[in-house]
């Protein structure tokens, strides 16, 4: 049985023969008050995962629409500790896996003990660190382990196998590979690197899969997730967000546009 | 002591290798030829011919005999990094790093500027050599180097102004890496500065090695032995690592780096690594970084666009930590003065970065007598004509 709700997460989901779909939130956008409503959007609309992004100041893998979510989350006053108490406030009310996602200054700035010690007592199960290279991550994974949570890495297309060996070893929960060379965002189609990359790093490590960076449609999830475990949408989620800052039935938007993401994943179900 | 990373890339604690893993086996690649190409005797003797016909080395050593005799102290040699085709010491970089571009394969190259001298210089580069030229630049940074853009123009590269963040070189360096990060097959990525992942740091300073090689065997023609102190500006560090690289070893030649203090010291006024900065990773290094203590990246000002960057290169925060050079900063009223009083004196007119080294030696030359110093003019001033006008509205009437 695993110890982390990720790990039984995935497990329940070969169990039954299922993918799933992360859902990233940029924490603190439009403000941190509104982040956990958004989130139980996403968990009712079928959402198996839910990545809190960490805002920050100078995001060098992120597309527009997800800087834009962080600019927003900044000028509402948002930091990495009251990302930390979303994910309390969060869960409360659920039991669905939180992933946190970020840059790695403001981690050096929090501490590494620090915010292994308070990501867990929150609630949280894991992190990614977008910038953190599997070469400087030790003293990450220890801090993270030792309080018991997930530490997941990025692969890419242009990762040589050596690399890709690194980046099982460290990782925990799964492995979160990237569709495309490029920053965050949603694309009309996916590229042809995606089934490799899957297949390369099935070879050599048994963790789930995700697979993320431009899905944006149904039937990207569909695409994914006949060679992954899960796949990742970001931009999407943020840009609905942005769209619909005023409006009073966004929690409704996000739930309705979450369930049509999932629905391929429901006939895969039946 | 000598100063040179481990094979991670690291100066101590400093530097590495922090960006996204599609960057990774990229920045693995990009080191192997560059390792490749230094032991190439061929690569290294089309590099000197470009530098020594095309770019113009070596530049002089000058003594700055009426400043130094206004100052009644050191005796001032400048290094006249200025005096160099497009302007300043960048050209030194940007052929090295093109003639590697072209070996890798490359034929697309994309840098990020601040004041347009590494874009003007990179733009240069790419006309010579036929390449397709994309330069990110800060919005801000285009209003204030207007004529920098149309020369890049006018070389055939293509400028893309960004508005994110402070609109300065910081955000022109995110918009690079996101370039590069998508278009890491067809593309190399000029980074101008001794900034930025493995290998960016160690190979920009060996490209700019050149300039304190020369000034040690000039120095010795002239005066026949070292200076007392040698002094640079330091925005991201390339000009300051270039010239105090061959003098790390000589323990006696005091090494003095220049950063901007712009207007005070409160956070966002200044671009005081060392005096206002914590370690921190930005944009692919750990260095002294300005930053507020959430660990987001400080606003930053100079009045000089070239030092107006949060972070300072990692081999100086090791030179710093190691007590092997001192960083002093100079605020933007100093180094407008500063450049006055150089032009006046000896006909010179320094970019405004060049100016803060120049502030810098004069503060220090009046209590150094028989001592020799040696300035760094990493540029020169012409590009700066519009904001010394601004700030000298005595002249202007």
New interface residues.
């Given amino acids: 049985m695993p110890e982390t709700r990720i790990g039984r997460l995935f497990e329940r989901l070969r169990g039954e023969g299922r993918k799933g779909l992360i859902a990233y939130l940029t924490a603190g956008d439009p403000a941190p008050e509104r982040t956990p409503a958004l989130a139980a959007a996403l968990e009712r609309g079928g959402a198996a995962l839910i990545e809190l992004g960490v805002p920050f100041s100078d995001p060098v893998a992120d597309g527009p629409v997800i800087q834009r979510g962080a600019a927003r989350a900044l000028k509402a006053g948002t930091r990495l500790r009251d990302v930390i108490e979303i994910a309390r406030r969060i869960r409360r009310q659920s039991e669905i896996p939180l992933l946190l996602f970020t840059y790695l200054n403001p981690v050096l700035r929090y501490g590494f003990e620090a915010l292994a010690r308070d990501a867990a007592a929150a609630g949280i199960d894991g992190c990614l660190l977008t910038d953190l290279s599997v070469e400087e991550a030790a003293p990450h994974v220890e801090a993270m382990r030792r309080a018991g949570l997930d530490t997941v890495f990025l692969a890419a297309p242009t990762s040589t196998p050596e690399r890709l060996k690194l980046v099982a070893k460290y990782s925990s929960g799964f492995i979160y590979l990237v569709s495309r060379t490029g920053v965050t965002g949603e694309s009309a189609t996916l590229g042809d690197a995606v089934a490799p990359l899957v297949a390369s790093v099935r070879e050599i490590s048994g963790l789930p899969l995700a697979v993320g960076f431009g899905i944006s449609r149904p039937e990207h999830v569909a695409q994914v997730c006949r060679v992954a475990d899960a796949a990742v949408v970001g931009s999407a989620f943020v840009h609905l967000i942005e769209r619909n800052l005023e409006d009073a039935s966004l929690e409704a938007r996000l739930e309705a546009f979450t369930r049509e993401l999932t629905a391929p994943l429901g006939e895969a179900q039946r | 002591m000598i100063s040179q990373p481990d094979a991670?890339g690291h100066f101590g604690p400093y530097g590495?290798?922090?960006?996204?893993?599609?960057?990774?086996?990229?920045l693995?690649e990009l080191e192997r030829a560059y390792q490749e190409a230094r032991r190439d005797p061929a690569f290294q003797r089309e590099l000197d011919d470009l530098l020594a016909n095309y770019a113009g080395r070596p530049t002089p050593l000058y003594l700055a005999r009426r400043l130094s005799e206004t100052l009644g102290g050191a005796r001032l040699y400048l290094k006249r990094e200025d005096l160099l085709h497009t302007g300043a010491h960048k050209i030194n970089n940007c052929l090295g790093q093109v003639l590697l571009a072209r070996r890798m394969g490359k034929r697309r190259v994309i840098a990020e500027t601040g004041a347009g001298q590494h874009g003007v210089a990179t733009a240069t580069v790419c006309a010579l050599f036929g390449l397709e030229c994309v330069v990110y630049m800060g919005e801000e940074d285009m209003r204030r180097q207007r004529l920098n853009v149309f020369r890049m123009r006018l070389l055939g590269a293509k400028v893309v102004a960004v508005s994110?963040?402070s609109r300065t070189l910081?955000?022109a360096i995110?918009e690079a890496?996101?370039d590069w990060?998508?278009?890491?097959?067809t593309t190399h990525y000029l980074l101008g500065s001794a900034l930025g992942a493995h290998p960016y740091p160690v190979m920009v300073r060996d490209f700019h090695s050149v300039i304190g090689v020369e000034t040690r065997r000039q120095i010795f023609e002239r005066e026949g032995r070292l200076p007392d102190a040698v002094v640079a500006c330091v925005g991201g560090g390339s000009n300051a690592i270039g010239i105090f690289h061959t003098f790390i070893p000589d323990e006696q030649v005091k090494l003095i780096g220049v950063e901007a203090g712009g207007r005070g010291p409160a956070l966002g006024e200044h671009a005081a690594r060392f005096s206002g900065g914590a370690?921190?990773?930005?944009?692919?290094a750990y260095s002294y970084?300005l930053?507020d203590?959430?660990?987001?990246?400080a606003l930053t000002h100079s009045v000089s666009a070239g030092l107006d960057y949060a972070l300072v290169g990692p081999e100086h925060a090791w030179l710093h930590d190691r007590g092997r050079a001192e960083y002093v900063s100079a605020g933007d009223g100093e180094a407008i003065a500063a450049a006055r009083t150089l032009a006046t004196t000896e006909g010179i007119l320094p970019a405004l970065e060049s100016a803060h080294a120049v502030a810098e030696a004069i503060r220090r030359a009046p209590e150094a007598k028989g001592q020799i110093f040696v300035v760094n003019i990493s540029g020169r001033g012409d590009k700066d004509i519009d904001i010394y006008r601004e700030n000298l509205k005595d002249l202007d009437a």
Avoid: F
């Fill in positions: 991670g590495g290798r922090y960006v996204p893993e599609v960057l990774m086996a990229p693995e994110s963040g910081k955000d995110s890496m996101r990060v998508t278009n890491v097959l370690p921190g990773v930005l944009q692919g970084l930053q203590d959430d660990g987001q990246i």
